[in-house]
């Protein structure tokens, strides 16, 4: 049985940096949690950063914090690249451990966004590109997705499956 990772916070883990969770009532995510297919990961909390949490943005795409050409800072200034690549590292042992090859992470996340994150301002501007976590897994072959993508998870799942 294929395994899937998956973002704590879309099952309702109370791990986001407000200390709220992001809770998905998928049909599919649902079916996935009671087959056992689930693995869930909070990369942020994962990597040792608290919740609550200062928001964090990524001052360049995912991609580049990975290749530590890039930071990823929050609001009040710090510098919390280590916890982010650190909590990147967990989930990708996770797929190591568990032969994942797909994942549902929360989009906009620093860590998890697949299709945006937020350009590193605070002003809520959106840049296309990948969070931290998603660049990783992505340059590991794992097909990543999110929490508006279940139904195209679940089409390949079902390829990986035949």
Known sequence: MEKILVSACLLGEKVRYHGGDAAC????????????????????RDGGLPTPRPPAELVAAGAGVVARLAVVRTST??????????????????????????????DGSPSCGSSFVYDGTFSGTRAAGLGVTAALLESHGVRVFDERSIDDAHAFLEQLER
């Open 77 to 106: 200034g710090a510098d919390v690249t280590d916890a982010f690549l650190r909590g990147a590292e967990i989930a990708l042992d996770a797929v190591k451990r568990h032969r994942i090859r797909i994942a549902v992470l929360k």
């Open 25 to 44: 009532d998928h049909p599919s995510l649902r079916r996935w949690f009671d087959e056992g297919r689930l693995v869930a990961v909070c990369p942020e």
